[in-house]
Nanobody, 117 residues
């Protein structure tokens, strides 16, 4: 069983910054990639950023390119999302997802980010 725990959400003014973290734990498993997604009320879940455990560099959704940076700590199976120049439209619940090597995915419970104007 894989568990994902997100942290770092909160309330921030427009133009401010937040750093989210997502730590994976559980019985031995391989990681193919970990990613962030977000969902606002009344909207579909949106891809934010992804990082693979080996190989290609990170990828980002168009709405966050140049403002958000995803990084990882391999041995801790933890990813981070540095969010700068936050905008009110970034307000959402941010979810962490883990894609296992060999197949299967897991989601965290989400952390609320609220950006005030």
């Amino acid at each position: 069983q894989v568990q994902l725990v997100e942290s770092g959400g909160g309330l921030v003014q427009a133009g401010g910054s937040l750093r989210l973290a997502c730590e994976a734990s559980g019985r031995a498993f391989g990681v193919y990639a970990m990613s962030w997604h977000r969902q606002s009320p009344g909207k579909e879940r949106e891809f934010v950023a992804m990082i693979r455990w080996a190989g290609d560099g990170p990828s980002y959704g168009d709405s966050v390119k140049g403002r958000f940076t995803i990084s990882r700590h391999r041995t801790k199976k933890t990813i981070y999302l540095q969010m700068n120049d936050l905008k009110p439209e970034d307000t959402a619940v941010y979810y962490c997802r883990l894609d296992r090597a060999g197949g299967g995915e897991h989601w965290g419970q989400g952390t609320q980010v609220t950006v005030s104007s």
